[in-house]
């Protein structure tokens, strides 16, 4: 079933209260020495406070200056930390809320009274023996030992016939998850279910903020470096300063250093990475591993499974076809009533096309006149007043017609041919004796899923459709679809060379399947994708599991991974411009006084060097509180070639991040000169 987290609001009390006492927490140096520039932001804070202390102390009439800038230092470090328990905290809300509403699937244990009990699913153990009816999920993997059924093995075959499964001979192993389509069967468990998926999948989300990519670990490098730069321009302005003879103070110098390392980038890097993946959790995925969150955001080339995702997955019913003397709207009418105790997918389609394209009605039938599809007989019919009607496989049709295959009409055999050349499935109709048509059941594309593969190549990305069809199928299905190459006939082998031939060439590979023959295809990729309705095996094997089982959100999740790079990369480019403005606030302040020809750089017109310096602090802190939503929401991401996006980003927060601060610093300056704050 789908499980929906609802994504609480950044003003959510709930999620604000305990990310404040955990900001304060993770003021420890031990946990903050992760990011080295916020780091060093509090280790000059600690500085700064000790030199209050001792004005405050010594010379009082400094107090007030040291005070106002420890006090903004200190309000720096708490919400770059805020910002980080914000992310987490959010996903800690989803995980909360993945508590409230998971349901646990239930199973109809036999007990040794004979009397059926329903229990978790999750408590059976190996011996147990469960019930399961048309339309029951199975609660876990095992053998049927008594009964036989028709069984949707999708997710384990990626093909969309179902197949019969009863007990005896090779036949009769059935998986967890998988759907009993008819009649009723007893499985005997031969596996322990483990603890419940959505508990793996809690502990996953309330693990997020471990993780830690390579992208990002390579920023936290360049930002280390960048914070070892200014720190040494400023030991050279405080050696250049005793040079010419002025006097800079600790704290003076302490608040040029925090106000020119890249705090902002660095107070909201981990924030970036923890929204990505909490976005991907507001789409139901859950990402095992944050590099596969950010792999997305570079992928080249996409893997998407036909059956189930392309597709619907069940054939559907497509057109009626006669033969000569009967009329296509007779062979309707016969399969509809033929197909009212028919409660598969494939039944219901074939009534909804009946009653939907030929206007038939749903007629009212005694109960002993329907005959209900068996997977013995693979029939389904009715038994009206002298009629026999009976829909199913061609040869049990033409069994219970008492007619010799060969004996059968040539056009019948024509369109039975003709319709499992193009990759559908017949299914004969009869009345009697007397054969009247074919059906033609056929995966059926997905509406829209052709314009979403349009923006996916405008993405830059290629898609590629894998399916277990002969060529001539998959070539129709991939011409319908609109996806850029096949590959046909595709075993768990060639996923796995075809992957690994691309990786070879350079590119990134995302794929998404749902069936243990996916798993090392899933195993290989960048990023794999896999359904909760699947496979064990190949939920162990995929980097990301979408709880919703809906493949075309590998759309979405790209989405999500380049909105994660663009966002990172965006604050980035801000943070290190709006450096600019505080070389304008500070450098100017510093040296007026021995130079004072300096003044000719204070563009801003800042009312006084003291008052320079606060501002620029202050406004250095207050930058990371009001980055804090972007950071979380991440920068609005739409369908472009990569220099366009990179034209308007470096136009938005590269500009931005050069003007912004001019605005920012010179209005602070204004209210601190009014405040008389120095």
């Known amino acids: 079933m789908s499980h929906k987290p609802v994504a609480p609001s950044l003003v959510d009390p709930a999620i604000l209260i305990p990310a404040a006492r955990d900001a304060v927490l993770k003021l420890d140096p031990r946990k903050l020495v992760r990011n080295p520039v916020i780091f060093v932001t509090e280790a000059v804070a600690v500085v700064v406070t000790v030199l209050f202390l001792r004005d405050l102390w010594t010379r009082p009439a400094e107090a007030g200056f040291s005070s106002q800038i420890a006090a903004w230092l200190w309000f720096t470090v708490i919400f770059a930390t805020f910002a980080e328990a914000v992310a987490e905290g959010r996903g800690r809300a989803q995980a909360e809320s993945l508590k409230r509403t998971k349901s646990d699937l239930t199973a109809r244990r036999l007990a040794a009274n004979g009397e059926i009990e329903p229990i978790p699913a999750t408590t059976l153990r190996i011996g147990d023996i469960v019930i399961v009816e048309a339309g029951e999920l199975i609660p876990g993997d095992g053998e049927v030992i008594e009964g036989a059924a028709s069984v949707n093995e999708s997710a384990i075959t990626g093909e969309s016939a179902p197949v019969i499964r009863e007990s005896g001979g090779d036949r009769s192993a059935v998986t967890g998850g998988t759907q009993v389509l008819s009649d009723v069967i007893k499985v005997k468990i031969t596996v322990a279910p483990g603890s419940s998926f959505v508990d793996r999948m809690i502990g996953l989300i309330e693990g997020a903020q471990r993780q830690k990519t390579p992208n990002e670990i390579a920023l936290s490098i360049l930002l280390s470096g960048l914070t070892l730069i200014f720190l040494f321009v400023v030991v050279t302005i405080w050696g250049l300063a005793g040079y010419s003879g002025t006097v800079l103070s600790v704290t003076v110098l ?82 509809l009533l033929a197909s009212l105790a028919d409660e598969t997918p494939e039944g219901r389609s074939i009534a909804a096309l009946a009653t939907g394209e030929y206007g038939l009605k749903t007629p009212a039938l005694e109960a002993d006149a329907v005959v209900p599809f068996a997977a013995e007989t693979r029939l389904s019919g009715v038994d009206l007043a002298g009629r026999r009607l009976r829909k199913g496989a061609v040869d049990a049709v033409l069994k219970f017609a008492g007619i010799a295959h060969s004996d059968a009409p040539a056009e019948f055999h024509q369109a039975v041919e003709r319709i499992a050349r193009t990759g559908g499935t017949p299914l004969a109709v009869a009345d009697g004796s007397r054969v009247l048509g074919v059906i033609h059941l056929k995966d059926v594309v997905k509406p829209g899923i052709k314009e979403r593969f349009a923006a996916l190549r405008a993405m830059g990305i290629r898609t590629v459709m894998v399916t277990g069809d002969n060529p001539v199928t998959a070539a129709a299905i991939a011409s319908e679809a609109g996806v850029d190459d096949f590959l046909a006939q595709a075993t768990p082998e060639d996923k796995l060379a075809f992957i690994r031939r691309e990786q070879q060439g350079g590119r990134l590979i995302a794929m998404c399947g749902d069936g243990t023959n996916d798993a090392p295809a899933l195993a290989q990729a960048d990023v794999g994708v896999a359904m909760q309705t699947g496979t064990q095996a190949a939920r162990e094997a995929a980097n990301m599991v979408d709880l919703d089982s809906s493949p075309t959100k590998l ?37 007026v006084a021995t130079y004072p020809a300096l003044d000719a750089l204070n563009i801003m017109g800042l009312s006084s060097p003291q008052s320079a310096i606060l501002s620029a602090v202050i406004f250095n802190a207050l930058i990371i509180v009001a980055l804090i939503p972007l950071a979380l929401k991440g920068v609005p991401y739409r369908a472009a070639a990569a220099t366009s996006l990179l034209r308007r980003n470096l136009l938005i927060y590269g500009l931005g991040g050069l003007v912004l601060p001019f605005a920012g610093i010179k209005a602070i300056d204004m209210a601190v000169a009014a405040l008389n704050l120095v």
């Not at 608040?255 to 020119?260: E, F, G, I, M, P």
């Not at 998407?304 to 003397?325: C, E, H, P, Q, Y």
């Not at 663009?566 to 450098?587: C, E, P």
């Open 254 to 335: 302490a608040a040029l250093l925090v106000t020119l390392i890249p705090t902002t980038i660095g107070g909201l890097l981990s924030a970036i990475g923890i929204a990505g993946m909490d976005r991907l959790v507001r789409f139901n995925v859950i990402a095992t591993s944050g590099r596969a969150v950010e792999a997305a955001g570079d992928v080249d080339t996409l893997l998407l499974d036909k059956t189930g995702t392309i597709t619907f997955g069940n054939r559907m019913a497509t057109d009626f076809v006669a033969i000569s003397g009967v009329t296509p709207g007779e062979v309707a009418e016969a399969a």
């Open 555 to 591: 759309i979405e999740i790209v989405e999500i991974g380049k909105q994660l790079l663009m966002t990172r990369g965006s604050l980035t480019t801000f943070s290190i411009a709006n450096d600019v403005a505080k070389y304008f606030a500070i450098i100017p302040a510093l040296f």
